[in-house]
């Protein structure tokens, strides 16, 4: 099925950690972002893309990196995980019919 | 298998008139549903929400409600104003989970 695939569903880091939460779509959309879900704070941007080689920061983007070397990935990496960085992430792709969201990934720091 | 379906990507609607965004779910184990607004390069922020017991809630201007039997909700916005101009998620979660499922979006144009 097309759509928006998201790995893992669920991590468990220790502080210090460094980990890659996989995000791929199968619709050829240019256009790719992560968020993080907190309670009481919507869904905040962390980075996003608009096309293959092209990325930008959103409201969030310390302590997270990506890169779009294919129009299918984009990966969201996390280079010394904090307990703050404990949230659910949500990978989604647009086009013009609107946004396709991933199934969410849940992430706890301890 | 979409679970929370949007079906209109865009909307336009004079500004002053009534603004009805709509929503319709699959999964009947959904017990709350959430309005989210989004303006470019920002995320989604929280608009409204309802929980199943509910078949309405209504927060200044904006008027949720909640049709169970038809599996479907939709928002009001009354009157519409310029700021309104944004891309509106319907969104639903479980008991079991609260991992909320998004739907895809509509893209709403205030016109002058």
């Known amino acids: 099925n097309a759509g928006v695939t998201q790995t893992p569903k669920f991590q468990v880091l220790k502080t210090g950690q460094s980990m890659t939460l996989q995000c791929a779509q199968d619709?050829?959309?240019?256009?790719m972002s992560w968020y993080r879900q907190d309670p009481g704070m919507g869904l905040r941007l962390i980075h996003y893309?608009?096309?293959?080689?092209?990325?930008d920061q959103g409201e969030v983007p310390n302590g997270y990196n990506v890169s779009r070397s294919t129009t299918e990935d984009f990966p969201l990496r996390l280079l010394s995980a904090a307990p703050s960085q404990t949230s659910v992430y949500f990978c989604?792709?647009?086009?013009?019919?609107?946004?396709?969201f991933g199934s969410g990934t849940r992430l706890t720091v301890v | 298998d979409q679970q929370v379906k949007q079906n209109s990507p865009s909307l336009s609607v004079q500004e002053g008139r009534i603004s009805i965004l709509n929503c319709d779910y699959t999964?009947?184990?959904?017990?709350?549903f959430l309005w989210y607004k989004k303006y470019p390069a920002e995320g989604p922020t929280f608009l409204i929400s309802?929980?199943?017991?509910?078949d309405k809630n209504e927060d200044g201007r904006f008027t949720v409600f909640l049709n169970k039997s038809a599996k479907h909700l939709s928002l009001h916005i009354v009157p519409s104003q310029p700021g309104d101009s944004a891309v509106y998620f319907c969104?639903?979660?479980?008991?079991?989970?609260?991992?909320?499922?998004f739907g895809k979006g509509t893209r709403l144009h205030i016109l002058p």
């Open positions: 893309s608009v096309g293959a080689g092209i990325t």
């Open positions: 989604a792709s647009v086009d013009k019919e609107g946004y396709t």
């Open positions: 309802i929980s199943s017991i509910k």
């Open positions: 619709m050829n959309h240019e256009y």
């Open positions: 969104a639903a979660s479980g008991v079991s989970d609260d991992k909320i499922i």
């Open positions: 999964n009947s184990m959904f017990d709350y």
